[in-house]
């Protein structure tokens, strides 16, 4: 019997291609994080032929990447087509990316043929994030470079409360990896120095359904298999309304929060050719890793 909290990939691929043409509008927090990981990227000096974003979505971190490294080649890869059509439409005559559409734990590139691997925000959707590590160990080049960022298990936690006291029957949020277990992975796929921070963002909302239009908007639909097979009704979600107003601030803003994680990871140098170089680098132990708290209106 598949586990609850399993994720149903052809929904996942479904769900982010309907909402293509709209998710820009609505990803705020997408859009913060990736600024803050292409950011990131400043702290180390690269000098990549060929760069990768793992989880592309809507193309603006591959034209950001096709900037910052003009002579590299830059590969975007989704599983959605329509995102992939999307991201197509940020190209420009001069700074033009390669779109894949492919599975990030299944990746159709060769050994050791990348430098760099970006992912914001994509990790989260995958059943098997040791799968998605050990594919970028197996791309990279010794000396490469992983650098993502995802969410941890306090991503939504009010939503959670408010559905689990309104219908505890069924899932309808995500399970999320805590950091440590993130920086566990890495290290079994092989990846060296593994360094990992967390972030806490909160976005304000009038009403609890704003937070839900944003949600699906972004095509983040309940995929789950705990969750339920037929409408909700109006009882149960008048329901998780009333709960969720117990968090309501005073300010009047409803808050939603997100415990966004940001980690690196290195390909172990060895014999071959390795284009990636780092300067100026600090690697912090797992265990001293701090927290900061970000709140976004």
Not at 144 to 161: H, I, K, N, Q, S
Not at 223 to 252: H, N
Request: proline share 4%.
């Amino acid at each position: 019997m598949a586990h609850e909290f399993d994720l149903d990939r052809s929904r996942v691929r479904d769900s982010f291609s309907r909402a293509a043409n709209h998710y820009d509008a609505a990803a705020v927090l997408q859009a913060r994080v990736r600024a803050e990981l292409l950011e990131r990227l400043d702290l180390v000096r690269l000098e990549p032929e060929v760069v990768l974003d793992l989880g592309a979505g809507t193309g603006h971190a591959a034209l950001a990447l096709k900037r910052r490294y003009r002579r590299a080649r830059v590969i975007a890869i989704d599983l959605s087509e329509g995102m992939l059509r999307e991201a197509g439409r940020r190209q420009t005559w001069l700074r033009r990316f390669d779109r894949l559409g492919a599975d990030a734990a299944a990746l159709p590139l060769r050994e050791a043929s990348v430098d760099l691997v970006y992912s914001n925000l994509m990790l989260q959707w995958c059943m098997d994030p040791d799968r998605v590590f050990r594919e970028c160990r197996r791309v990279l080049r010794p000396g490469g470079l992983l650098t993502f960022a995802t969410l941890g298990p306090d991503t939504l936690v009010e939503l959670r409360r408010a559905w689990l006291a309104a219908d505890p029957g069924h899932v309808h949020v995500n399970r999320f990896l805590d950091m440590h277990d993130l920086g566990d992975g890495l290290l079994r796929a092989g990846l060296a120095e593994p360094v990992l921070d967390v972030e806490r963002c909160t976005l304000a909302y009038a009403e609890v359904r704003g937070l839900m239009r944003d949600l699906k908007s972004i095509g983040a639909h309940n995929v789950t298999a705990g969750r339920p097979r037929g409408l909700t009704g109006r009882r149960t979600l008048s329901a998780m309304v009333a709960s969720y107003e117990t968090f309501r601030q005073a300010d009047g803003k409803l808050p939603a929060s997100y415990e966004v994680v940001f980690g690196q990871a290195w390909a172990p140098a060895g014999p071959g050719r390795g284009t990636v170089k780092e300067a100026g680098v600090a690697r912090v132990p797992i265990g001293q890793i701090g927290r900061r708290t970000r709140e976004v209106r």
